[in-house]
């Protein structure tokens, strides 16, 4: 590694990369949950598998298009995408001088979106489009911009949660396969950022494709467990 973070700089950069990429999926996968239950009468179609595999519980007392408007813009609710948005915001500020101010800007723009939607009470998804742009860009930006330690923070925490996601929404194998080789070139790269002990048990648990193909809850309860303990930052 050829540049020196402090131990605070390395955990926001993982977890900038890491929300960066909540993000930018969740609102995808919000846009599909979305498409599904927009031509049913409110209240008919739980939205609790999307919920459930975020491990979000919300009562059945509550109507698709509320449990719907919480999960995007309840600041007091952390999964939801208002939130990913202002954490993303908090550790943008601490990185600003690492990250610089065009990667900062693409960032403030979706933060003052989701607020400004928040207080309309938008609840067309579709206008948080320009949302997903501006992280796409922010990637972008970061891919020109940063180098080194820096970048190399960034991916891994964007690899992880994309990783995250792929099981938790029950995508093929292969697409995991694809996202570890990736992780993998940097734990060869960057040994020292992983537990190496926690990296083999990952590795020999996604070798087992009949069990996750299965989406057997206890297993992928498991290697999410695991997954989310590899990096050391």
């Not at 969740?26 to 049913?40: Q, S, T």
């Not at 996604?206 to 050391?232: A, C, M, P």
């Amino acid at each position: 590694m050829n540049t020196v973070i402090s131990a605070n700089k390395a955990n926001c950069l993982f977890w900038l990369g890491r929300y960066a990429e909540r993000g930018y999926l969740m609102l995808h996968l919000m846009r599909r949950a979305y498409d599904e239950v927009i031509d049913v009468p409110v209240g008919e179609v739980p939205y609790s598998d999307f919920l459930e595999k975020l491990d979000v519980y919300v009562s059945s007392e509550f109507t698709t298009s509320y449990q719907m408007m919480a999960q995007i813009y309840d600041p007091n609710t952390v999964t939801s995408l208002r939130s990913i948005i202002e954490f993303m915001m908090d550790n943008a500020i601490i990185l600003r001088s690492e990250i610089y101010s065009e990667s900062f800007s693409y960032i403030e723009l979706c933060r003052d979106l989701i607020r400004k939607k928040a207080d309309s009470k938008e609840m067309n998804i579709t206008e948080l489009q320009p949302i997903t742009d501006w992280l796409l860009a922010f990637w972008g930006s970061i891919r020109e911009r940063t180098y080194g330690q820096i970048y190399a923070l960034l991916e891994i925490g964007r690899l992880i949660e994309h990783s995250d996601m792929i099981i938790r929404f029950d995508y093929k194998i292969n697409r995991l396969e694809e996202s570890w080789d990736l992780i993998k070139k940097y734990i060869k790269a960057e040994p020292e950022l992983f537990d190496m002990a926690k990296v083999e048990l990952f590795e020999k648990q996604i070798n087992e494709k009949e069990k996750y193909e299965k989406h057997d809850k206890d297993y992928k309860d498991f290697i999410l467990t695991i997954l989310n303990e590899i990096v050391l930052v």
